[in-house]
């Protein structure tokens, strides 16, 4: 598929006009965060349910067109790639996997003094030999965070490296919602597009939102983090749905269907509801939960 703008999944590069239905462009599939925090079980820390995960997203692409979802737990977080293609295999739903250095707690321990050319190297022999001892390769940078909301130098140190992975690459940046604004500014400083990023956003800085669509950014808001309808609309009304993302947020055993969460399917069974009740147009619908993920996932090869 050379020259043309596609979306790398775990399977290969897909082409956007091939993508017809919805993209959850902000879940996790499979992780674990659990070790760092010294904690051995915790529902709330770790997801490890590939058949659980495969029926739900099955599901959904039956129910809903889900056509595509972004995973994003990346290095040190429990990524599990033969994990990953097991689950699109099974639902038939294509995955966009995740490489990139999260935040201070779960960054491995070779890189921690490591600087920022040795940190690039690393995710780029990832993007281009495959991940975790395969041969399949990811189609975003992220999620990358700061744990304590302002970036140490270790964690600025793997923005920037995000950064210029990025830029190398051609693949887009998930930053987490955790040192959102400042991880924004450190990849804007390294002369990354800031239409190459997504921030999530939990609902914790009522700013957030519109400073990164203000920027040129994508906000990534998750229903499951709170009531969303208003932040929604809020973007919108200020002329911002074009730089929004909307996805459930799946990142723990406990939120998914068989352990009685509200799932995969949260998004589709309540916010996008309610916009369409508040008279949020069809297609403004599907400018959001398709236009916008597959123009910040485009790459060139």
Request: glycine share 10%.
């Amino acid at each position: 598929m050379p020259d043309a703008p596609h979306v790398r999944t775990l399977t290969g590069p897909v082409a956007l006009d091939a993508i017809e239905g919805a993209v959850l462009p902000g879940e996790h599939l499979r992780n674990d965060l659990r070790w760092a925090v010294g904690i051995e079980s915790d529902p709330h820390r770790w997801l490890d349910e590939e058949q659980a995960v495969s029926t739900e997203l099955r599901g959904l692409r039956q129910s809903d067109a889900l056509s595509l979802i972004v995973e994003l737990s990346s290095i040190g977080t429990g990524r599990d790639a033969s994990a990953l293609a097991r689950i699109t295999a099974g639902s038939r739903v294509s995955v966009v996997a995740g490489t990139g250095f999260f935040a201070a707690p779960f960054i491995p321990s070779w890189a921690l003094d490591a600087g920022v050319d040795v940190l690039t190297q690393h995710l780029l022999a990832e993007i281009g030999e495959g991940m975790d001892g395969t041969s399949a390769r990811p189609g975003v940078i992220g999620e990358i965070g700061a744990w304590s909301g302002e970036p140490t130098k270790l964690e600025e140190r793997c923005a920037a490296a995000a950064a210029r992975a990025s830029l190398s690459s051609g693949l887009p940046v998930a930053v987490h919602h955790r040192g959102g604004l400042a991880l924004l500014e450190i990849l804007l400083s390294e002369g990354l597009p800031a239409h190459r990023i997504s921030v999530s956003d939990a609902g914790s800085d009522p700013a957030l939102p519109r400073k990164v669509a203000e920027a040129g950014g994508y906000i990534c808001l998750t229903s499951l983090s709170g009531d969303r309808l208003r932040d929604t609309l809020d973007l919108i009304e200020a002329g911002h749905a074009h730089r929004l993302l909307l996805s459930s947020g799946v990142s723990r055993v406990a939120e998914i269907e068989r352990y009685g969460g509200p799932g995969y399917n949260h998004l589709f069974r309540t916010l996008l509801p309610r916009l369409r009740e508040a008279g949020v147009a069809e297609e403004t619908v599907r400018l959001i939960t398709h236009d916008n993920p597959l123009r910040w996932l485009a790459c060139m090869e």
